[in-house]
């Protein structure tokens, strides 16, 4: 999983600490809040180290954002939803699951992951053929 990582993101791990000190009681509200327009902001561009693996691929402009959605959920489905066996391993059978939930196909998981979370601690004799 740490190797599927850092081929994807080519961006710095640790985040640049503040470059100010806070003097403001902790019971106040920051005055550098969240816009509460609801409106988000465009993400940062990314950088030419962090896109030289969808150059390094041969991905399109247009695919790297599905691209980089499927790779984070890929991650995501075996670490965290499917969790089977070395949780540090990508499963192949994962790829076309997070790949068409990039695309906006949505999937149920509540079945999946509850199965997951229920039948290895049953007895064979409980499981339902």
């Given amino acids: 999983m740490t190797?599927?990582?850092?081929?994807?993101y080519r961006g710095p791990f640790r985040y640049k600490k503040s470059?100010?000190?806070?003097?403001?009681?902790?019971?106040?509200?920051p005055k550098e809040d969240s816009d509460l327009s609801g409106i988000i902001v465009a993400a940062l561009k990314?950088?030419?180290?962090?896109?030289?693996?969808?150059?390094?691929?041969g991905i399109a402009d247009e695919d790297m954002d599905r691209s980089y959605l499927a790779t984070?959920?890929?991650?995501?489905?075996c670490k965290f939803v499917f969790p089977k066996g070395d949780v540090t391993l990508i499963r192949p059978g994962v790829f076309k699951?997070?790949?068409r939930m990039a695309h906006g196909v949505s999937f149920g998981l509540?079945?999946?992951?509850?199965?997951?979370?229920?039948?290895p601690s049953m007895k064979?004799?409980?499981v339902i053929t």
């Fill in 124 to 126: 064979r004799d409980q």
């Fill in 72 to 77: 984070f959920l890929a991650c995501w489905l």
């Fill in 97 to 99: 699951v997070a790949s």
């Fill in 46 to 57: 990314c950088t030419e180290e962090e896109e030289g693996v969808f150059e390094d691929l």
């Fill in 3 to 8: 190797a599927w990582i850092k081929y994807w």
């Fill in 19 to 29: 470059s100010r000190k806070t003097v403001r009681n902790k019971s106040q509200k």
């Fill in 110 to 119: 509540a079945v999946p992951v509850l199965a997951t979370a229920y039948i």
